[in-house]
């Protein structure tokens, strides 16, 4: 950063004013004492509280934190449940949800939000009107998403009893009661969220993108299919890298959709790590085991998001 | 970009391809605005019939005999666990934690962010890196320890009372998620004001450091008086995610009084018990929802832009 030695430079006293006196070198450290509370909070509250996390999962805690280290007990268990597939652990559904959900939240997203934005750009009338559409559900909360859509699927009240009425009566949708199947119920209400606001990210994309470049590739006879296999997706890489950090820390995060769609779904079977976390350590009386689910979860964030961070703010000196 | 524009290759006859093209394209699009539009509509709709007209009516059929009854009940009457005084206590609860969290979390933002990029100093990269990846963390991972801490908080709050008869907000749920929503929050708020900041002119503030403007006085005349689209996107942004948010609330304001709209909300939606008012639970639902969709609706061009901003970072 070129700036900070021309910065400091900045405030005349300095050369002016050799014996510096309290007052200005307070005035100096002013900026410092002003963002050091923030600072403060976010070290005692999010790494402070991280490591305080961190280090309970080592312990043997129960119901009340127990502050006797007694190893990585905890996390020998989530190893073992892992395996446990038959009849599934608790842990093992909660990780191959994660797995299920998260891949095809983020796939879904993408693909849709960009195929809309594609759609969109087209010179369309009613874009004004459009967009907002798509992108309304992002200011709902999970939980009045998960009531919406509860209502919707459910098989006796919602599409599947619309569907009877209107003469198709073979028709059956009852994934949201299915413990094999009610995941998909929450990748559903999920993508319906999350997919318009991704279509926005992409949409300004587009718009960013140089239209001499378009005019050269269509006057060389590149088809439309081409041009946006070929120049346009390319160009628009960084805003796949954008959306997908959006929807990688969205998909671990999530945690209301899942109860307010399914409470949990049958048997536990809608359960994602968080959900896991939530009920072990509040309450099934097993906090070293949730506070070292919340320690997985963590890491599999950082191991996201932070080489993403840290190419955002080394590079661009500006 | 008008691509579309490609040359209509195989013009077959009559119809050209491109009017082909064009009918598919807004048929796609009709196609998924419904798709958006269908459980929000199922939503108002059913808020406003009768359990009747829902048990032998078509979910999609709007109310033959609209009626305001399954709104007035979830507001005034409805049970939420074993109160049943409706949810505009807790749509209350929510406003009064969500205005102090917003406006406390917005300024503190707005005044980093100034630091951050007109005051620098070494290392001013790894405080904001710190910063920013608190936005990103599972809050389980800081959830336990916040809960042991509101605790004790809360107890000593009640030995301050009994010692000086009042407890300063210790140990008051609202206040403890107001802090909460204040710590957690301002990652993203001071995300926002920096990456604003980043493009002021930084000449301005030399001038004014010239001619012997004070640190406060800059960001008092100069940044807050330029600072107002920033302003509006961090507060609509700040204010749907605390409004939204569930897992803080139900972890520290789970049980009781001062339960916040969405946790009320599950509760009266999950109840089981007599016979489930579906029409009251989707007013319910609509009540939470209001407020947000009304930000959304009002200021809508902001609501995405701070979105957009949250997600592209540093």
């Known amino acids: 950063m070129t700036t900070v030695a021309t910065q400091i430079k900045l405030t005349p006293e300095h050369n002016a004013r050799p014996r510096a006196s309290v007052r200005s070198r307070l005035q100096d450290a002013l900026p410092k004492i002003v963002l050091a509370p923030s600072f403060a909070i976010t070290i005692v509250f999010v790494y402070g509280f991280i490591l305080w996390t961190v280090y309970l999962s080592f312990t043997n805690s129960k119901t009340f934190p127990s502050y006797a280290i007694s190893g990585p007990r905890a996390y020998q268990r989530l190893w073992r449940w892992t395996f446990e597939s038959d009849p599934p652990s608790s842990w093992y559904t909660s990780i191959t949800n994660m797995g299920i959900f998260g891949f095809l939240y983020i796939f879904i997203c993408l693909a849709l939000g960009l195929f809309l934005a594609i759609l969109l750009d087209q010179k369309i009338r009613g874009e004004g009107m459009l967009r907002p559409i798509y992108l309304y559900p992002m200011a709902l909360s999970f939980i009045v998403t998960g009531v919406a859509w509860k209502w919707f699927l459910d098989p006796g009240l919602g599409l599947e009893q619309t569907l009877h009425q209107w003469g198709w009566t073979s028709f059956h949708f009852d994934w949201i009661k299915n413990k094999d199947f009610v995941i998909y119920t929450v990748v559903i209400a999920g993508v319906w969220q999350a997919s318009g606001f991704i279509m926005a990210m992409f949409l300004a994309g587009l718009r960013g993108i140089d239209g001499e470049i378009m005019k050269a590739a269509q006057i060389d006879g590149a088809t439309t299919f081409q041009l946006y296999r070929r120049i346009v997706i390319p160009l628009l890489r960084p805003v796949f890298l954008s959306a997908f950090i959006v929807l990688a820390h969205l998909a671990i995060k999530s945690y209301d959709l899942v109860v307010a769609l399914t409470s949990g779904g049958p048997g536990g079977s809608a359960w994602l790590p968080s959900n896991f976390m939530y009920e072990y350590t509040f309450k099934r009386n097993e906090m070293a085991v949730g506070s070292a689910s919340a320690v997985i979860m963590l890491m599999t964030i950082t191991a996201i998001i932070v080489p993403y961070l840290y190419s955002e703010l080394r590079e661009r000196p500006r | 970009m008008s691509v579309i524009a490609t040359p209509a290759r195989q013009s077959t006859g009559g119809i050209s391809a491109r009017t082909v093209n064009r009918i598919v394209v807004y048929g796609l699009l009709a196609l998924f605005a419904l798709f958006y539009l269908m459980p929000l509509f199922v939503m108002l709709v059913t808020s406003f019939k009768t359990m009747d007209e829902i048990q032998n009516g078509n979910m999609l059929a709007l109310p033959q005999a609209p009626t305001f009854e399954p709104w007035l009940k979830a507001w005034g009457e409805t049970c939420v666990g074993l109160t049943c005084a409706g949810i505009k206590g807790y749509f209350w609860n929510s406003i009064k934690m969500v205005v102090p969290a917003v406006l406390i979390s917005t300024l503190l933002g707005a005044i980093n962010g100034y630091v951050l990029t007109k005051w620098r100093f070494r290392g001013h990269t790894v405080v904001f890196g710190l910063m920013l990846f608190a936005c990103f963390i599972p809050f389980q991972s800081v959830l336990l320890p916040m809960a042991t801490i509101l605790g004790s908080l809360g107890r000593f709050g009640v030995t301050l009372r009994n010692a000086t008869g009042f407890s300063f907000g210790l140990g008051n749920p609202t206040v403890n998620l107001v802090f909460v929503h204040v710590v957690y929050g301002l990652g993203f708020t001071t995300l926002f004001f920096r990456n604003y900041y980043e493009a002021f002119p930084t000449e301005l503030v030399k001038a004014a450091q010239v001619d012997g403007a004070s640190f406060f006085q800059i960001f008092r005349r100069i940044m807050l008086p330029n600072s107002m689209p920033i302003f509006v996107v961090t507060v609509i942004y700040q204010f749907t995610n605390i409004w939204n948010d569930f897992l803080?609330?139900?972890?520290?304001?789970?049980?009781?009084?001062?339960?916040?709209?969405?946790?009320?909300?599950?509760?009266?939606?999950?109840?089981?018990?007599?016979?489930?008012?579906?029409?009251?639970?989707?007013?319910?639902?609509?009540?939470?929802?209001?407020?947000?969709?009304?930000?959304?609706?009002?200021?809508?061009?902001?609501?995405?832009?701070?979105?957009?901003?949250?997600?592209?970072?540093?």
Not at chain 2, 254 to 280: H, W
Not at chain 2, 281 to 307: C, D, E, K, Q, W
């Open chain 2, 248 to 314: 803080f609330a139900s972890a520290y304001a789970g049980t009781g009084d001062a339960m916040p709209m969405t946790v009320a909300l599950n509760n009266v939606v999950n109840t089981s018990t007599g016979v489930v008012e579906y029409n009251v639970n989707m007013a319910a639902a609509m009540i939470a929802a209001l407020p947000t969709l009304l930000v959304y609706v009002v200021a809508g061009r902001y609501f995405v832009r701070g979105l957009m901003a949250g997600a592209v970072k540093g």
